[in-house]
């Protein structure tokens, strides 16, 4: 798997804008795309240690019936997430994306990022299969060492693309990337500095310039980074957000812990996790 862009599809409302904007980023970075099912481990087996709460004949009894329950559960999960995946490559499909590949792994999360080689983009959904927030969301953009698109329940094809800049150093490589990155091509620009000062944001503006690419630059002022940039993506037509998820200034502390939480719920559009 070279230089993919990975779809993670779960069957959730989320399921097929992950599809579709999987579709425009592998259309885009012309990278073959691979939809992603994943089977997590499950924490609370069907079959346990009972010895402590029934006698030891009565567990005897249970220990068949409870292997072939566990047994017919993962069978039919599989089922499950197979059939997810056939339904995402036939749409992709009618779309006239060729070559899709499909992937179905069981596993710790961890273990399942680790055995993704070369991965040049992540498609995940804000709503998961059982959260509001797409389960074990955060811990992915933590562990996933490449790019990671969050993308809402609907789908728009990005016209207009906001990147939050902290002046930090970070950031400055983040948007040094993205001026070499097709991501960019025909998009409208706009750089965005919560609470920062004029100097910081014009070193933006000049990475952008540098590289030949148009860019609006506003600094605003809010309490909440969180708010401030969903409220000028709002106010702006904005229809892609993107930031690096660690930063060395309030953006560090913002994505860390609850306030990812809090910024994938309050934004509509969807978020480009820069690493």
Not at 32 to 58: M, N, R
Not at 203 to 226: F, K, W, Y
Not at 233 to 240: K, S, V
Not at 260 to 268: K, Q, V
């Amino acid at each position: 798997m070279k230089n993919t862009v990975v779809a993670c599809v779960d069957g959730s409302p989320s399921t097929g804008p992950v599809c579709d904007y999987a579709a425009w980023a592998s259309a885009v970075l012309s990278a073959p795309l691979t939809l992603l099912h994943v089977l997590e481990k499950d924490g609370h087996p069907a079959v346990s240690d009972l010895s402590g709460s029934i006698g030891i004949d009565s567990k005897e009894l249970f220990i068949e019936e409870l292997v072939r329950v566990e047994g017919e559960r993962n069978r039919l999960l599989m089922a499950q997430g197979e059939a997810i995946l056939t339904a995402c490559a036939e749409r992709l499909t009618r779309s006239g994306l060729p070559k899709i590949r499909q992937m179905q792994v069981r596993g710790t999360l961890d273990e399942i990022l680790a055995g993704l080689d070369d991965v040049r983009l992540m498609v995940l959904g804000r709503r998961g299969a059982e959260h509001t927030v797409g389960s074990q969301l955060e811990s992915v953009i933590r562990l996933q060492k490449e790019p990671v698109l969050v993308v809402p329940e609907t789908f728009s094809t990005p016209s207009r693309v906001l990147f939050a800049w902290d002046g930090s150093e970070t950031s400055r490589r983040n948007l040094t990337r993205l001026t070499v990155s097709p991501l960019l091509r025909d998009l409208n620009c706009h750089v965005v500095m919560v609470n920062g000062d004029d100097a910081s944001l014009h070193d933006a503006h000049q990475i952008l310039q540098a590289a030949g690419i148009d860019a609006e630059s506003r600094l605003i002022q809010d309490e909440s980074v969180s708010r401030g940039l969903c409220r000028y993506a709002e106010e702006n037509g904005t229809d892609l957000i993107v930031m690096g998820a660690w930063g060395h200034s309030r953006l560090r502390r913002f994505f860390i812990g609850s306030h990812t939480t809090a910024m994938l719920t309050e934004s509509r559009h969807p978020l480009l996790m820069l690493r």
